[in-house]
T-cell receptor, first 113, second 114 residues
């Protein structure tokens, strides 16, 4: 059974640009959640999608957005990048949601110059 | 405000020694509690979880955790660590009154001495 796949794994952007990250969940999983991980900060919850609907949202500015497609694949977009957006962005899928077991991808490491 | 604290940023133990990683939370309602492990360059993997019932929870890789409501703690333990346990460990807490949104601790990095 294939795991959670995130693309791209690494990317470098400059301030003001935008970026789109992709996440393919485990087959059959309808919940996809996104997290920002920075050193010493742990994981900060961005949002969760379930069956194409945003079910929950963390405390991030509107520059951070996401969506989920009918095949459960999800994308997150960050517009007008800032230096502080440099982080590892993790995607997790689960059958029912964040209270169940989350299966994480290896992440997309974003560097903003 | 709801919060999760992992007081130890780093812990160093010798191979074969016992391990305890601390997790304290601040939550109004009965929480759901999780421990995840992140090996270098990898995503996170669930070690164990507590929803209700027996307060001593067994997980994978020989780990266990005990929920102590009076101390608002959910400490992770292992009787004898192996070099392959070197990783970063995250405690996470969720509750119905926060719409099950998980709050994560900052993580504890475990270093194993040979």
């Amino acid at each position: 059974k294939a795991g959670v796949t995130q693309t791209p794994r690494y990317l470098i952007k400059t301030r003001g640009q935008q970026v789109t990250l992709s996440c393919s969940p485990i087959s059959g999983h309808r919940s996809v959640s996104w997290y920002q991980q920075t050193p010493g900060q742990g994981l900060q919850f961005l949002f969760e999608y379930f069956s194409e609907t945003q079910r929950n949202k963390g405390n991030f500015p509107g520059r951070f957005s996401g969506r989920q497609f009918s095949n459960s694949r999800s994308e997150m977009n960050v517009s007008t990048l800032e230096l502080g957006d440099s982080a590892l962005y993790l995607c997790a899928s689960s059958l029912f949601g964040v209270t169940g077991e989350l299966f994480f991808g290896e992440g997309s490491r974003l560097t903003v110059l | 405000a709801q919060s999760v604290t992992q007081p130890d940023i780093h812990i160093t133990v010798s191979e074969g020694a016992s391990l305890e990683l601390r997790c304290n939370y601040s939550y109004g309602a009965t929480p759901y509690l999780f421990w995840y492990v992140q090996s270098p360059g990898q995503g996170l993997q669930l070690l164990l979880k507590y929803f209700s019932g027996d307060t001593l929870v067994q997980g994978i890789k020989g780990f266990e955790a005990e929920f102590k409501r009076s101390q608002s703690s959910f400490n992770l333990r292992k009787p004898s660590v192996h070099w392959s346990d070197a990783a970063e460990y995250f405690c996470a807490v969720g509750a119905k009154d926060s719409n099950y949104q998980l709050i994560w601790g900052a993580g504890t990095k475990l270093i194993i001495k040979p």
